[in-house]
């Protein structure tokens, strides 16, 4: 059974820094597309970063190009987004999910969120 579980939100400072956590279970996060995504209130979710599955090629929203980054721990079977320099505008409910190939298809699952609010 496929499981994505975000940790590590919080609130922090403008100018902080923080790292999500996102724990898989069920598949391995080397062999499947991931990305972070985020939903701010009163707005439509947006992709924030993306890492392949072969080659472990970054993708980021302009956005967050040069703050955030994107990496994933095979032996821990974890991604991760570390996030520096946070804005208010930063603030959101962030997700994972997981492009997982199972039996000839892909199957896409999200994790629950965790909420990353950046206030002074």
């Known amino acids: 059974q496929v499981q994505l579980v975000e940790s590590g939100g919080g609130l922090v400072q403008p100018g902080g820094s923080l790292r999500l956590s996102c724990a898989a279970s069920g598949f391995t996060v080397s062999s499947s597309a991931m990305s972070w995504y985020r939903q701010a209130l009163g707005k439509e979710r947006e992709l924030v970063a993306t890492?392949?599955?072969?080659?472990?090629?970054?993708k980021y929203a302009d956005s967050v190009k040069g703050r955030f980054t994107i990496s994933r721990d095979n032996a821990k079977n974890t991604l991760y987004l570390q996030m520096n320099s946070l804005k208010p505008e930063d603030t959101a409910v962030y997700y994972c999910?997981?492009?997982?190939?199972?039996?000839?298809?892909?199957?896409?699952?999200w994790g629950q969120g965790t909420q990353v609010t950046v206030s002074s």
């Open positions: 999910n997981a492009d997982v190939y199972y039996s000839g298809s892909f199957y896409l699952y």
């Open positions: 890492i392949t599955s072969t080659g472990g090629t970054t």
